[in-house]
């Protein structure tokens, strides 16, 4: 990684061929531009960056990014990206999904892969309902919201509202220990980018909660944009007491970065505790890897 006074690629350098089909206004372009705007300004090489993701309009996103990618099966996202950071940890690995893929059948790996401190990024765009199945509720979805928006045509999901608490992703990841935590909101680019390059250098674990509205199933623009809020300005991330206390009694939705502690990631703990050298370790695994080949 560089400074960015020095970089010398552009976020289209890290673009692929291939078009974004996500529908007009989504969200997710917003996320998918702060993410190759972080890539130029740390100047990461193409060829070492990784992006894995789940099932969800969110899990198309490797398609359009150049480097390598790996659309996985749906909720597994964070296993797959952990065991690419292991095996190389010199790859910048970028695991993408939705708050669906992520806290609904994804969600009994996210204490494990917190509490490991996996040197990954973690981007939950989370737009509180279930896009590419058409409108279903999903695990943030607001208690007692009833029809969101949907053509005439669609059959209405959760009539009478929906009965059920949404998950305080937020509040999970600090009770899990966290080691970066984070939120920001596509309709605020700037702070997305600087949030993202923040957790991209952090080495651990960093959760990014991107706030990603669904225009077509739920749209969301105008009621955050006047819920948002960043966070105080005398705002220690070092204090997790408070972020804990301010998770469980938000009335807004506060940017920025929440929690940050540093200690050291899990390819680092291993290799202490093996006290094998790195080229000797990667041996090994090739060596494990060919026999089941």
Not at 18 to 41: E, I, M, Y
Request: hydrophobic residues 40%.
């Amino acid at each position: 990684m560089t400074d960015t006074a020095t970089a010398v690629r552009k976020a289209s350098d890290y673009k692929s061929e291939n078009k974004p089909t996500w529908c007009p206004g989504c969200g997710d372009f917003g996320v998918l531009s702060a993410l190759f705007k972080a890539f130029a300004q740390l100047d990461l090489d193409p060829k070492k960056i990784v992006i894995v993701s789940g099932i969800g309009c969110s899990g198309r996103l490797p398609e359009f990014a150049a480097g390598y990618g790996l659309h996985g099966v749906h909720g597994r996202t964070l296993p797959t990206a952990m065991g690419v950071k292991l095996a190389n940890p010199e790859l910048t690995v970028v695991a993408v999904g939705g708050d669906g893929d992520g806290f609904a059948i994804g969600g009994g790996h996210v204490p494990h892969a917190v509490r490991r401190n996996v040197d990954i990024t973690y981007i939950v765009m989370d737009n509180e309902v279930y896009g590419l199945t058409k409108g279903q509720p999903s695990p943030t979805t607001p208690q007692g919201m009833a029809a969101v928006k949907r053509s005439p045509s669609m059959p209405k999901m959760a009539p009478r509202g929906v009965p059920e608490m949404p998950l305080n992703m937020l509040a999970m990841v600090l009770a899990y220990g966290g080691s970066f935590i984070a939120r920001g909101f596509s309709s605020l680019p700037n702070q997305l980018v600087d949030i993202l390059v923040q957790g991209i250098r952090h080495p651990g674990f960093s959760f990014v909660q991107a706030l990603s509205p669904c225009i077509t199933f739920y749209d969301t623009y105008d009621l955050w944009k006047g819920v948002v809020e960043q966070l105080p300005a005398d705002w220690n991330p070092q204090d997790r007491v408070r972020a804990f206390d301010l998770a469980l009694n938000e009335e807004k939705f506060h940017l920025g970065l929440w929690h940050r502690r540093d200690r050291p990631p899990l390819h680092e703990v291993l290799g202490a505790a093996h006290d094998v050298p790195a080229p000797e370790r990667r041996a090994a695994l090739e060596r494990v890897m060919d026999a089941f080949a």
